[in-house]
């Protein structure tokens, strides 16, 4: 299993700027992901993040909305830039192995006013 | 592209009584399944997974699902719900690092 840290647990940010999400894991892991769930509706993954690599985007997220850093195997932070009320979500990270369970920090509730 | 389906959006249900959640995925070649719980304000639960081995697969909180290759399906149940019960299920498919999630199926258990 994995424990995940996410900060900030919420926030409420004004339009326009940008917050960045930070995930700890307490192992080292290979790859990590991104999630997004807008208010009552499911969970789209935004991205997958290999460390010492590019970030992998999901059809419909770009790096420039949505960057991505992996600086080492516990680590890695989503940032939404420029954001406008549409961004306001629930942002997820995750780890998980090949043919294994995902696991989830609590998520980052936003809301963009 | 590889797909998840739930088949009821909402799902109410007495107190005692059983509860059938559906979900069917579009690929039974390698797939890894799940279904997790959302509780209100909360993060996500695993409540179950088929990996692989036996079709029935039991979880937690006295839930189960059945793996069905033939019909690409993988239901949830449970016997006798309690109101503790009320949350959003998602069912989630794997068929390789990355989960597919369903749209989801919000349970709501009245007394």
């Known amino acids: 299993s994995a424990v995940i840290s996410q900060k900030p647990s919420r926030d409420i940010c004004q339009r326009g700027t940008s917050l960045t999400i930070q995930c700890q894991v307490d192992?080292?892991?290979?790859?990590m992901f991104w999630y997004r769930q807008q208010p009552g509706q499911s969970l789209t993954l935004i991205a997958t993040a290999n460390q010492g690599s590019e970030a992998t985007y999901e059809s419909g997220f770009v790096i420039d909305k949505f960057p991505i850093s992996r600086p080492n195997l516990t680590f890695s932070t989503l940032t939404v830039s420029n954001m406008s009320p549409e961004d306001s979500s629930i942002y997820l990270c995750?780890?998980?192995?090949?043919?294994?369970?995902?696991?989830f920090g609590q998520g980052t509730r936003l809301t963009v006013v | 592209a590889q797909s998840v389906t739930q088949l009821d959006s909402q799902v109410p249900v007495f107190e005692e009584a059983p509860v059938e959640l559906r979900c069917n995925y579009s690929s039974s070649v390698s797939v890894y399944l799940f279904w997790y719980v959302q509780y209100p304000n909360q993060g996500l639960q695993l409540l179950l997974k088929y990996l692989s081995g036996s079709t029935l697969v039991k979880g937690i909180n006295g839930f189960e699902a059945e793996f069905n290759k033939s019909q690409t399906s993988f239901h949830l149940r449970k016997p006798s719900v309690h109101i503790s019960d009320t949350a959003e299920y998602f069912c989630?498919?794997?068929?390789?690092?990355?989960?597919?999630f369903g749209a989801g199926t919000t349970v709501t258990v009245r007394a």
């Open positions: 192992s080292q892991v290979t790859m």
């Open positions: 989630a498919a794997s068929w390789g690092y990355k989960l597919s």
């Open positions: 995750s780890v998980a192995g090949l043919g294994t369970e995902a696991f």
